[in-house]
């Protein structure tokens, strides 16, 4: 499971397509139930809540998650 680092709208975490990602989110999509679009400088990421935590906290749907980035 990889950790998403979330804080004061920055983001971190580890693509095993481009290595260390380290940006600001510039936008939260929800694209079905368990996946979210994760918009940074560095590109848009498909986040599945089943393969990704947020700040070490695991969530059962992508709405939760999507609440969570949004009010972080």
């Known amino acids: 499971m990889i950790d ?3 804080e004061g ?3 971190t ?3 095993s397509l481009i290595g260390a990602i380290a940006s ?3 936008s939260v999509e929800v ?3 368990m ?3 994760l918009g940074t400088n560095v590109g848009v990421f498909l986040i599945n809540v089943n393969q990704f935590t947020f ?3 695991k969530f ?3 709405t939760k998650a999507y609440t969570y980035i949004t009010n972080n």
């Open 4 to 6: 998403i680092t979330l």
């Open 9 to 11: 709208g920055f983001v």
């Open 13 to 15: 975490f580890y693509s």
């Open 24 to 26: 600001n989110v510039e």
């Open 31 to 33: 694209v079905d139930d």
């Open 35 to 37: 996946s979210v679009h």
């Open 55 to 57: 700040n070490s906290i």
């Open 60 to 62: 059962t749907n992508s």
